[in-house]
């Protein structure tokens, strides 16, 4: 049963700490997005790589956040350093090709107090 | 830029009921539409996806439509059950610099009360 595997599920950290959380795509699938859902705005692209590239990454707040894909296997999204209003849900997603259906993980919650 | 508008934000229906949930885009040119489902702590699964070429897409009880001119897509959901309970969002993919970008309506949160 191939699905999306979101690590960790849930994360309470203090602000100014680093977070970092990880996905591991459907094996053969060459395209991951990370987005942030919260009450307020919805679900958010934040950055999306296809083949190992960063593609788009102009929804995501440079000076503190950073994506990464150090191989096929695993998308990294680092926060450095946390604030309060990061508190989300952070979903990674991945597909095949640009415009084929998309298969969620089931998202990493993050608090920062 | 593409906004996506699902209207209403919340729909609550007795069982057996049939029901639409709509969803409305302001730019036409999209590549393709998909409706998602996601349950409470959950993440999204894809119920269908319509390519801009076509009009419709059915699963089961399920049944998407697509409009692009108008830039409008219903999801008809038959004899709903309160496993139908959940909320329903739509996301449409464009052309262009952000190809592959899914721009997300905010959802309809359905109950479906036995």
């Known amino acids: 049963d191939a699905r999306v595997t979101q690590t960790p599920r849930h994360k309470v950290t203090e602000m100014g700490q680093e977070v970092t959380m990880r996905c591991q795509p459907i094996l053969g699938h060459n395209t991951v997005f990370w987005y942030r859902q919260t009450m307020m705005q919805g679900l958010e692209l934040l950055a999306y790589?296809?083949?190992?590239?960063?593609?788009?990454d102009s929804g995501m707040p440079k000076d503190r956040f950073s994506a990464e894909m150090p191989d096929a296997t695993l998308a990294t999204l680092k926060i450095q350093p946390s604030e309060p209003r990061d508190s989300a849900v952070y979903f990674c997603?991945?597909?095949?090709?640009?415009?084929?259906?998309?298969?969620f993980g089931e998202g990493s919650r993050l608090t920062v107090l | 830029k593409q906004e996506v508008t699902q209207i209403p934000a919340a729909l609550s229906v007795p069982e057996g009921e049939n029901l639409v949930l709509n969803c409305s885009f302001t730019?036409?040119?999209?590549?393709?539409l998909q409706w998602f489902r996601q349950d409470p702590g959950k993440g999204l699964t894809s119920l269908l996806l319509i390519q801009s070429s076509q009009r419709e897409q059915t699963s089961g009880r399920l049944n998407a439509s697509l409009d692009k001119s108008s830039g409008r897509s219903t999801l008809y959901i038959a004899a709903s059950q309160p496993g139908d309970s959940a909320t329903y969002l739509c996301a449409v993919c464009g052309y262009g610099g952000s190809q592959g970008n899914l721009i997300f309506g905010k959802g309809t949160k359905l109950s479906v009360k036995p």
């Open positions: 997603a991945s597909g095949q090709g640009y415009t084929g259906e998309l298969f």
């Open positions: 790589f296809r083949n190992r590239a960063p593609l788009d």
């Open positions: 730019d036409s040119a999209i590549y393709n």
